[in-house]
């Protein structure tokens, strides 16, 4: 079991940056494979990114790479999103997720089996 709590979210103008974090309890963080899902109201849970379990992979959706990085510090048990040259479509409720699934990076929500409970980014006009 772990929990996990997303922060970092707001209201920023669009080409700027944010960085969420989200923090994990309750189990060893390193044994986890982390995704970024986003939902925006009345659609779909969209894959954003995800990181191996010792961070040496990574994965993107095609229309954020080059704008978003993913990255974990295992000592101190989080996983960041830093977001730049926001535009108004990134706006959404942003998840993280965990899974202990050994092998391909999952791009689903049901590749994880742990979830934050969201936080919300706004990108101004």
């Known amino acids: 079991q772990v929990q996990l709590v997303e922060s970092g979210g707001g209201l920023v103008q669009a080409g700027g940056s944010l960085r969420l974090s989200c923090a994990a309890s309750?189990?060893?963080?390193?044994?986890?494979?982390m995704g970024w899902f986003r939902q925006a109201p009345g659609k779909e849970r969209d894959f954003v990114a995800a990181?191996?379990?010792?961070?040496?992979?990574?994965d993107y959706a095609d229309s954020l790479k080059g704008r978003f990085t993913v990255s974990r510090d295992n000592a101190k048990n989080t996983v960041y999103l830093q977001m730049n040259s926001l535009k108004p479509e990134d706006t959404a409720v942003y998840y993280c997720?965990?899974?202990?699934?050994?092998?391909?990076?999952?791009?689903?929500?049901?590749?994880?089996?742990?979830w934050g409970q969201g936080t919300q980014v706004t990108v101004s006009s």
């Open positions: 997720a965990a899974t202990r699934t050994i092998g391909t990076i999952a791009t689903i929500s049901r590749g994880y089996n742990y």
């Open positions: 309750g189990s060893t963080f390193s044994s986890y494979a």
């Open positions: 990181i191996s379990r010792s961070g040496g992979n990574t």
